[in-house]
């Protein structure tokens, strides 16, 4: 793709082009290779090489910008939900983290022409039309805003239908920006020539500069326009609420009981006032935002983990909770058992830290996790172990894992797209991908 503004509008690109086909053909030649099943940790051999199978994806593509962006979320848009058709088209907005203060940025991108991946077993209907017909690329179109400061977290929301994105800064400060010029641009290719020409002058809808360090964790109340919570890693935690004329009431006592940096929060996702918060002192709190903040903290679980607890998500269609760790575990808490402080479900398939996990929007028993071990994890809690069925080198994983996509190095977040069943996209140092595969 050329780019439209700057280093940082980035490519998109379709696993499995022809010419990376020929390149393979090539190198193959008439030999016959032997398909095997990898899993993360086996030693590889001297002359083998890994493969993605894309035959496991309904379609797989990555894009990368000009600097990382290691948050990011998806924006909802008007194409409707439950989409199913193709080629797809997804909008996110993601912050970079560039070693400049200065040349730091908020990108809102728009991918258009998101096919299918094209695997050798699929026929065609009518091949002299499919031979007539050009090939249509996936496009990425990006408009950008300046932002002081690497982007440590980015989250998205919409208040009276005006689409807001939240950000941390390294630099201490929380900001809220006004997407809606942005994303006019990146659907009109006159309106983001004229935008480029301006957007270096845009600035924040409002900012708070309370909090006594930088910090990671942020999110919206979904029942409860407006209404944010960010944590820093000093272990305060404010509850900011909309006012008129664009601005927030932020409440300036933090929320206290954590004994270290707030890592994650999540809002309940049907009780306005409940959210829950995971930190580095092993601990996860739900709390009560109508109580006063020294005292609104309901529920502890203390070592809820044996180091650091990194995420969390809270589940939309059932009381659950999962959270990931340093430890390289996930666990599984339901809210009806809270206090026993005992998880219903523990998994220990990565070997390093996790990064993300975030529950499926509609099915309440599937979620996906990231880990510094450069897997994205695929997982079901409904499935049960079945012996019998099994291969015998995969009787070792648990059950419950669906699918493992590898490709990417150094995986920092993962996010389910609300609108389009089974579609995954991930950011990483080296860029996003963007997937659904034939197991969800």
């Not at 209404?227 to 008129?244: F, M, S, Y």
């Amino acid at each position: 793709m050329e780019d439209e503004q700057n280093e940082d509008n980035g490519t998109i690109s379709e696993e499995g082009s022809e010419d990376e086909d020929g390149a393979e053909d090539e190198e193959i030649g008439d030999e016959e290779k032997v398909k095997e099943t990898y899993l993360p940790g086996q030693p590889i051999e001297e002359g083998e090489e890994l493969v993605c199978d894309e035959s496991a994806y309904i379609m797989l593509h990555t894009a990368e910008t000009g600097s990382p962006c290691l948050s990011f979320d998806i924006i909802r848009d008007p194409l409707g939900d439950n989409r199913t058709d193709f080629p797809v088209t997804t909008y996110i907005v993601a912050g970079t983290q560039s070693m400049k203060t200065v040349t730091n940025k908020v990108l809102i991108m728009k991918m258009s022409n998101l096919h299918k991946t094209c695997n050798d077993d699929d026929e065609s209907t009518d091949e002299e039309e499919d031979e007539e017909q050009p090939e249509i690329k996936p496009n990425l179109d990006t408009a950008v805003l300046p932002h002081f400061g690497a982007v440590n977290r980015i989250r998205m929301t919409f208040v009276n239908e005006v689409p807001l994105a939240s950000t941390w800064s390294d630099t201490g400060k929380v900001h809220i920006w006004d997407l809606t010029k942005p994303l006019q641009a990146v659907n009109d290719h006159r309106q983001l020539e004229q935008y480029s020409k301006t957007s270096s002058t845009m600035k924040p809808l409002y900012t708070f500069s309370g909090h006594l360090s930088e910090g990671f964790a942020m999110d919206w109340c979904p029942t409860q326009p407006g209404v944010l919570a960010t944590g820093d890693c000093r272990n305060n935690i404010h509850v900011w609420k909309p006012q008129e004329a664009g601005l927030w009431h932020v409440e300036q006592r933090p929320y206290l009981g954590h004994s270290g940096s707030v890592e994650d929060i999540q809002w309940s996702p049907n009780e306005a006032n409940v959210f829950a918060s995971c930190s580095i002192d092993k601990s996860i709190r739900i709390w009560d935002a109508r109580v006063d903040p020294s005292k609104a903290c309901m529920l502890t679980c203390n070592n809820a983990h044996t180091s650091d607890v990194n995420v969390i998500h809270w589940n939309r269609n059932e009381p659950f909770i999962v959270s990931g760790g340093d430890d390289a575990k996930l666990c599984v808490w339901d809210l009806r058992q809270f206090q026993t402080k005992k998880p219903v479900a523990t998994f220990k398939h990565h070997t390093a830290p996790i990064t993300s996990v975030e529950w499926h929007p509609t099915d309440g028993t599937v979620f996906a996790s990231t880990g510094e071990d450069d897997q994205v994890a695929l997982w079901d809690l409904s499935v049960e172990k079945d012996d019998e069925s099994r291969e015998e080198d995969l009787k070792d994983l648990p059950p419950q894992l669906l699918f493992i996509h590898q490709g990417q190095k150094e995986l920092k977040e993962l996010h389910w797209h609300p609108q389009v069943p089974g579609l995954v996209i991930t950011t990483s140092l080296t860029g996003f991908n963007v997937f659904k595969t034939i197991s969800v």
